[in-house]
């Protein structure tokens, strides 16, 4: 199945717009934070830096595996992998519940400004890979690039994102479920393509075994 561009250039369009949003939207969590508006900072997490992290997150690991970069083919695109779901879980897990907590007492710890602060860090550095592609491959990348996948999926890159967008905006919080789905889809879809890549050993009849074995016959 053919591949648009144009789809293709439209989720990393939509990528870089979310990358750029989430770590702007971090570094204001740190000037709120810093200048003691909990409240804001709350309000801006929870409106705003949740769902472009979502979408950053989603369109940075749908471009990877549904194109050649693949996830574990390139060292600087495994650090990005694993950046993500760092940044994910902190932000999720630590960084939200502990902004809600100082929007209710109205006070500001020190290790939520520093939270913040590593996160527009590491959004920093995975820029910077994404701009040089340091490092070379990982000893287990397969020898065949893996075809990039159908227009179908990058055009649900960019459908999934927008419909998990409005069902936040309508529940009052992120959930991005469609973009899961897509996700494991694209998963299942890439392990099929890898094993249709993959070579399979020939069947040699045993007179060409023994022609084989003997040129001069």
Not at 33 to 45: E, H, I, K, Q, V
Not at 54 to 71: E, K, Q, R
Not at 142 to 157: D, I, N, Q, R, S
Not at 189 to 212: M, Y
Request: aromatic letters at 10%; zero cysteines.
């Amino acid at each position: 199945m053919k591949t648009s561009p144009r789809w293709r250039q439209a989720v990393v369009w939509l990528h870089v717009v979310s990358s750029v949003a989430w770590m702007s939207q971090a570094l204001a969590l740190v000037v709120l934070m810093a200048s003691g508006a909990p409240t804001m900072a709350d309000r801006l997490d929870s409106v705003l830096l949740a769902p472009m992290a979502n979408v950053s997150a989603f369109t940075g690991l749908l471009l990877a595996g549904a194109t050649a970069w693949g996830y574990f083919r390139h060292w600087w695109v495994l650090t990005k992998f694993a950046l993500t779901f760092i940044q994910l879980y902190a932000g999720i897990f630590l960084l939200s519940p502990a902004l809600r907590d100082s929007a209710h007492t109205g006070t500001v710890a020190w290790p939520q400004i520093a939270g913040a602060s590593l996160m527009a860090s590491a959004l920093s550095f995975q820029a910077w890979l994404s701009i040089a592609k340091p490092g070379k491959k990982t000893p287990w990348s397969p020898k065949e690039k893996p075809p990039t996948a159908p227009t179908w999926v990058f055009v649900a890159g960019i459908v999934a994102p927008a419909v998990d967008a409005v069902a936040g905006i309508l529940l009052g919080y992120p959930l991005p479920a469609l973009s899961l789905v897509t996700l494991a889809v694209l998963l299942g879809l890439e392990r099929r393509r890898r094993r249709r890549r993959a070579p399979r050993p020939s069947v040699r009849s045993p007179r060409s075994a023994r022609a084989t074995s003997n040129p001069t016959a």
